[in-house]
């Protein structure tokens, strides 16, 4: 398996720094699925997580311009034999990038009906914050 991740890395390195981004998703499910919303300054992220008992199962963290969904979904099966494995279960962890920083204090989540809602507001920084530059004199020796 270490060659395989070594021979990816040097496509990576040749091709671009993501070249195999788009392929991912056809090799693997991205689990859980998200659609998002891009508005002037903010972005909506509907996040699917059917089979969720309860929020606090799920941690959202906001990072600059990545949005990290982590948790488990528990399907409770008693007894019986599974022939069939399409609905994602078990521990997730899904990294997304953002198409521009957010605010990390004005972020709001709901879940209802298995479908979580991430609002996220864009950072503005305050350009009218000018920080004034020492500039060192170097003597000529």
């Keep these: 398996m270490n060659q395989f991740k070594d021979w990816k890395t040097n496509l990576d390195r040749f091709f671009g720094q993501d070249f195999w981004g788009d392929f991912d998703g056809m ?6 699925a998200i659609n998002m919303y891009q508005y002037d300054n903010e972005l909506l992220c509907f996040v699917n997580i059917p089979g969720m008992n309860h929020p606090k199962n799920v941690d959202v963290l906001v990072d600059h311009s990545t949005l990290t969904l982590s948790g488990k979904i528990e399907i409770n099966n008693r007894g019986g034999h599974q022939i069939k494995a399409e609905i994602a279960d078990g521990a997730f962890e899904r990294s997304i ?4 920083p957010v605010r990390h204090d004005k972020v709001e989540a709901t879940y ?6 991430i609002q996220l507001h864009r950072y503005i920084s305050d350009s009218t914050k ?6 060192r004199h170097l003597e000529d020796e």
């Design 27 to 32: 090799m693997k499910p991205s689990v859980p």
């Design 97 to 100: 990038d953002l198409p521009f």
């Design 112 to 117: 209802k009906h298995g479908l979580l809602v």
């Design 130 to 135: 000018q920080r004034p530059i020492t500039i």
